[in-house]
């Protein structure tokens, strides 16, 4: 294995529940990367299935794994739940120490060069605050078919940061929609947020995106009150869920987005409490939806630059 490159120091940090099933696929695509990180912490969420055991064996054959136990709460919570876990990872580490900071879901299959091809295009580029590769899920007939994340985010599963950046967007919001805000923060301050399709940062998501432990419905109506919750449009949302309904689950995943939207929106649910904020990001939707999200992503980015102050 090599050193990380050119000296840099990357750290993982991974929330977890009851994952026996899938996380020693995880644990041996991370082992087997072409730059294995300096430190991975994994937080055991109080899992009650072979997850524990499974962690352990992994901690005493790699000397980067540490293990961090929590209390089980009773069932796997979304949104706040894993930023609290995440948290509770983060709290033992001190970010000084590494160059790049990873929140990495234990049900992916990572390809060998993933964090090497990261931190090159980190390298390459001092604005890109966070990244990813794209994720694929196994379809029918074992065909991959990609979760159709959008170039200007991060993808959750994933979130590949810069130290610098993460500390200046204040870390990750305990709610909902923690892994669109973040991006739309880095954005406000001159970062660039960014997913390759490429075929060496391409994992496999082994449970889809907006999945649920209650179904991927479920999960889908979450997205929705969750995009309420960080100050979407109505419009925006409405364009959203219209593409999202040509999709898998066709048509009711679209239509389940839109119902938690509009649910929200009917009983007033509380909003991110920065109208700053909401400004901003309605401004870039209604670009979005004038002149197609790639062009006005462009457009923002470059006039965002002059509010780019790393090491402020």
């Known amino acids: 294995m090599s050193a990380p490159a050119q000296g840099r120091r ?3 940090i991974s929330p977890c529940r009851n994952e026996a099933a899938v996380v020693r696929r995880t644990l041996d695509s991370v082992a087997t990367q072409s730059v294995r990180p300096a430190l ?7 899992s009650t299935d072979a997850t524990p055991a499974i962690l352990a064996e992994y901690a005493a054959r790699y000397d980067f794994i540490r293990v961090v136990r929590r209390e089980d709460r009773g069932r796997r919570s979304v949104g706040p739940g894993v930023v609290e876990a995440f948290y509770a990872g983060y709290d033992t580490i001190d970010p000084a120490e590494f160059d790049y900071l990873c929140k990495l879901d234990l049900d992916l299959e ?16 001092p604005r890109l605050g966070t990244c990813s590769g794209k994720p694929y899920y196994v379809g029918r007939g074992g065909r991959l078919v990609s979760e159709g ?15 610098e950046c993460f500390l200046q967007i204040g870390g990750l919001v305990r709610e909902v929609m923690w892994d669109g805000l973040d991006c739309h923060r880095c954005r406000m301050l001159g970062w660039i947020a960014r997913s390759w399709d490429d075929p060496g940062l391409r994992f496999l998501h082994l ?13 889908r109506l ?3 009150r969750g995009q309420y919750f960080l100050g979407t449009g109505l419009a925006y949302m409405t364009a959203s869920a219209l593409y999202r309904m040509l999709r898998p689950p066709l048509v009711v995943g679209g239509l389940a987005m839109w119902w938690g939207y509009v649910s929200s929106l009917f009983r007033r649910t509380p ?14 939707q ?27």
């Open 222 to 224: 979450r997205h929705g």
């Open 271 to 284: 909003r991110y409490e920065q109208p700053e904020f909401r400004s901003f990001l309605r401004r870039y």
């Open 10 to 12: 990357y750290v993982l």
């Open 207 to 219: 449970r889809p995106m907006g999945s649920s432990e209650k179904g991927i419905v479920t999960g």
């Open 149 to 163: 994340c959008g170039d200007e985010t991060s993808i959750g599963a994933s979130k590949f940061y810069r130290v």
């Open 110 to 125: 990572l390809p060998p060069r993933y964090f090497e091809l990261l931190i090159q295009r980190m390298e390459a580029e």
């Open 40 to 46: 991975w912490v994994i937080v055991d969420d109080g």
């Open 286 to 312: 209604w670009d979005c939806l004038l002149r197609g999200k790639a062009a006005a992503t462009r457009q923002l980015e470059q006039r965002q630059a002059a509010h780019w102050r790393p090491g402020s």
